[in-house]
């Protein structure tokens, strides 16, 4: 039987304490969140027209860009999660024009040579394809599954994640990856095709395999030997350093696990869920958002080392809670659903409870309290931050992210209704 999480004492952390536990976020103030962020949706629709949204604000606004980042299917998806709320037909019209342009855009080839087809597809395809029946939103979906499964490296068994196929420079796989794997078993599901499934669950296995450290942290991305498709080396992109947690890449492990769990229920994904979200929670600040990096924990805050670099003037990643947030609703939909009898599961109270804490700190202390045209729902996260010991180009540091924003809708979604997910 897993126990549940100390939120309040940050347990695994030795000599840390959470002094101040943030209250979890009430039915009513959830509900009053969504429609804030409904109200801000609405807001920017006129000023994207047929443009997509940037990755990241700049100085607090999102320019409008062209369908050709791995990011733009997060607007379309909180266009649909506003329809779900509002029932505005507005929002229908714009989510079908969307559609339409990312259709061209797996149809004509754009800037689809890398593995973040579930991140495109599912926010704005699947999505409105479940909703609402669209057929060109369903082909579009499969079309671009295929795509994805044409990334698919049979020496090691997993997708690789960018790059040229077979690039030594890029033979690997980033954990990030767990999320697009739904939208294969989707497309098997709709398609009848076994090979959707098959290659999901071999990538899924490979990377349970590798990128996950004995002490439940994860590494960013995993190289592959092209020879003989045994594991070489964890290495990071956007994380602070190789051996330390990106604190979205744990973030997208936790999700991704709790996907994965609905889709095959074996209690060793439970107890891997378990121990990747305990060092999650044990290394986060008091207001239960993280550093960019979870080497930054909340010991070497108060100066307790040896846990990680001093964290002063480092920014956070607002986005990393959302996604955990949804994690961890997720995996208590799935526990509830799975549970026999009238008891219901503690461990799904426990993850249900962590999660409103994370999101009471987000709408109370992180999201947009002014509205405005081009803003988003959370201020301060961090797409990506230079560091001595990672090769990444730093952009979108303390700004509002597309995912960010979108994850804080789904989540305050998932508390309002029984929400079917998009992925
Ligand atoms: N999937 C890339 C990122 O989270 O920045």
């Given at each position: 039987?897993?126990?549940?999480?100390?939120v309040?004492?940050?347990?695994?952390?030795?000599?840390?304490?959470?002094?101040?536990?943030?209250?979890?976020?009430?039915?009513?103030e959830?509900?009053?969140a969504?429609?804030?962020?409904?109200?801000?949706?609405?807001?920017?629709l006129?000023?994207?027209g047929?443009?997509?949204?940037?990755?990241?604000?700049?100085?607090?606004?999102?320019p409008?860009?062209?369908?050709?980042?791995?990011?733009?299917g997060?607007?379309?998806?909180?266009?649909?999660?506003?329809?779900?709320?509002?029932?505005?037909?507005?929002?229908?019209?714009?989510?079908?024009?969307?559609?339409?342009s990312?259709?061209d855009?797996?149809?004509?080839k754009?800037?689809?040579?890398?593995?973040?087809?579930g991140?495109?597809?599912?926010?704005?395809?699947?999505?409105?394809?479940?909703l609402?029946?669209?057929e060109?939103?369903?082909?579009?979906?499969?079309?671009?599954?295929r795509q994805?499964?044409?990334?698919?490296q049979?020496?090691?068994?997993?997708?690789?994640?960018?790059?040229?196929?077979?690039d030594?420079e890029?033979?690997?796989?980033?954990i990030?990856?767990?999320?697009?794997?739904?939208?294969?078993?989707?497309?098997?599901?709709?398609?009848?095709e076994?090979?959707?499934a098959d290659k999901?669950?071999?990538?899924?296995?490979?990377?349970?395999?590798?990128?996950?450290?004995?002490?439940?942290?994860?590494?960013?991305?995993f190289?592959?030997?092209?020879?003989?498709?045994?594991?070489?080396?964890?290495?990071?992109?956007?994380?602070?350093r190789?051996?330390?947690?990106?604190?979205?890449?744990?973030?997208?492990a936790?999700?991704?696990?709790?996907?994965?769990?609905?889709?095959?229920?074996?209690?060793?994904?439970?107890?891997?869920?378990?121990?990747?979200?305990?060092?999650?929670?044990?290394?986060?600040?008091?207001?239960?958002?993280?550093?960019?990096?979870?080497?930054?924990?909340?010991?070497a805050?108060?100066?307790?080392?040896?846990?990680g670099?001093?964290?002063s003037?480092?920014?956070?990643?607002?986005?990393?809670?959302?996604?955990?947030?949804?994690?961890?609703?997720?995996?208590?939909?799935?526990?509830?659903?799975?549970?026999?009898?009238?008891?219901?599961?503690?461990?799904a109270?426990?993850?249900?409870?962590?999660?409103?804490?994370?999101l009471?700190?987000?709408s109370?202390?992180?999201?947009?309290?002014?509205?405005?045209?081009?803003?988003g729902?959370?201020l301060?996260?961090?797409?990506?931050?230079?560091?001595?010991?990672n090769?990444?180009?730093?952009?979108?540091?303390d700004?509002?992210?597309?995912?960010g924003?979108?994850?804080?809708?789904?989540?305050?979604?998932r508390?309002?209704?029984?929400?079917?997910?998009?992925?």
């Amino acid at each position: 039987m897993l126990k549940g999480f100390d939120v309040g004492g940050a347990g695994a952390v030795p000599g840390a304490s959470v002094p101040d536990a943030i209250e979890p976020i009430s039915d009513r103030e959830a509900a009053e969140a969504l429609d804030r962020a409904v109200g801000q949706v609405a807001m920017n629709l006129p000023l994207y027209g047929e443009k997509c949204q940037n990755h990241s604000s700049v100085a607090g606004v999102y320019p409008p860009c062209g369908n050709d980042q791995w990011t733009t299917g997060f607007w379309p998806g909180e266009i649909w999660l506003a329809w779900e709320r509002s029932g505005d037909p507005e929002f229908r019209r714009a989510g079908e024009r969307y559609v339409e342009s990312f259709s061209d855009r797996i149809r004509l080839k754009i800037a689809v040579d890398h593995h973040d087809m579930g991140f495109l597809y599912s926010p704005s395809c699947v999505s409105a394809w479940k909703l609402t029946g669209n057929e060109t939103a369903r082909a579009a979906a499969i079309l671009a599954a295929r795509q994805l499964l044409a990334r698919f490296q049979e020496r090691g068994a997993f997708f690789q994640a960018w790059g040229p196929m077979g690039d030594p420079e890029n033979y690997r796989f980033i954990i990030d990856c767990l999320m697009n794997l739904p939208l294969l078993y989707w497309a098997s599901s709709e398609t009848g095709e076994a090979a959707f499934a098959d290659k999901a669950d071999r990538h899924a296995a490979t990377c349970l395999a590798h990128s996950f450290r004995f002490d439940h942290s994860t590494f960013h991305t995993f190289f592959m030997d092209r020879e003989t498709g045994k594991g070489l080396r964890g290495e990071t992109c956007q994380g602070f350093r190789a051996d330390s947690a990106w604190a979205r890449g744990q973030a997208w492990a936790i999700y991704g696990l709790a996907l994965a769990y609905g889709r095959k229920p074996d209690p060793s994904a439970l107890e891997l869920f378990d121990g990747v979200t305990r060092y999650y929670l044990a290394r986060l600040p008091d207001d239960l958002v993280p550093y960019w990096d979870l080497s930054f924990n909340p010991a070497a805050v108060r100066g307790q080392g040896p846990y990680g670099p001093d964290s002063s003037g480092e920014p956070r990643d607002s986005s990393s809670a959302s996604i955990a947030a949804c994690g961890l609703l997720e995996i208590a939909d799935r526990l509830e659903e799975g549970a026999t009898g009238s008891g219901g599961s503690p461990f799904a109270d426990s993850c249900r409870e962590t999660a409103r804490r994370m999101l009471g700190s987000l709408s109370r202390r992180y999201a947009t309290r002014a509205p405005g045209p081009g803003k988003g729902h959370l201020l301060h996260g961090t797409y990506s931050k230079k560091s001595p010991y990672n090769a990444c180009t730093e952009e979108g540091v303390d700004e509002s992210l597309a995912w960010g924003d979108y994850f804080y809708m789904e989540a305050l979604t998932r508390l309002a209704v029984k929400w079917v997910p998009y992925w």
